[in-house]
T-cell receptor
């Protein structure tokens, strides 16, 4: 798999349900960040989790990180139609300098 | 909250023309980045910049690309002779430091269309 691969590629749920997106990566990381992108728009930072952390919360978002499995998950609880967007994980690696490798993204659609 | 800004939001150009994309990073940030996203694809790293020089560049960042920090606030990406395949959304980003605690903040992007 590529560095930063999300699954599923697309997810469609009803408003009020929870949405879970997963990200897998290959190389060691310093941190992992999740971003949201509305169609054709910019990247909005959601949450950062460092390599020595296992779980973080921010509002309705919960992110977990399992460095032994090289994977992370993003859970959005009680989803809303406004959560409809693409979600990307980005891993910070330090080969040379700090840069982020983005995953392929999960397209989430929340139906009202 | 401070934010990264980019201009223009959209640019249409003819193949072979030069374009300059502009970014104003967050004021106390020291590390700057350009990424691009071809329509429907993932975001790709182009280049990182620190202390007035390129720190790292990807294989995409060939001789037609250059970056500059012409003054204390702007950070520019120049594409010397645009090609059709340069059509993409270009994102600027910045971080205060390079470290595991540092959030990378992205600008809203410039959508470049090369005809």
């Amino acid at each position: 798999s590529q560095q930063g691969e999300e699954d599923p590629q697309a997810l469609s749920i009803q408003e009020g349900e929870n949405a879970t997106m997963n990200c897998s990566y290959k190389t060691s990381i310093n941190n992992l960040q999740w971003y949201r992108q509305n169609s054709g728009r910019g990247l909005v930072h959601l949450i950062l989790i460092r390599s020595n952390e296992r779980e973080k919360h921010s509002g309705r978002l919960r992110v977990t990180l399992d460095t032994s499995k090289k994977s992370s998950s993003l859970l959005i609880t009680a989803s809303r139609a406004a959560d409809t967007a693409s979600y990307f994980c980005a891993t910070a690696i330090t080969s040379g300098t700090y840069k982020y490798i983005f995953g392929t993204g999960t397209r989430l659609k929340v139906l009202a | 909250e401070p934010e990264v800004t980019q201009t223009p939001s959209h640019q249409v150009t003819q193949m072979g023309q030069e374009v300059i994309l502009r970014c104003v990073p967050i004021s106390n940030h020291l590390y700057f980045y350009w990424y691009r996203q071809i329509l429907g694809q993932k975001v790709e790293f182009l280049v990182s910049f620190y202390n007035n020089e390129i720190s790292e560049k990807s294989e995409i960042f060939d001789d037609q690309f250059s970056v500059e920090r012409p003054d204390g606030s702007n950070f520019t990406l120049k594409i010397r002779s645009t090609k059709l395949e340069d059509s993409a959304m270009y994102f600027c980003a910045s971080t205060r430091w390079a470290g595991s605690r540092e959030t990378q903040y992205f600008g809203p992007g410039t959508r470049l269309l090369v005809l």
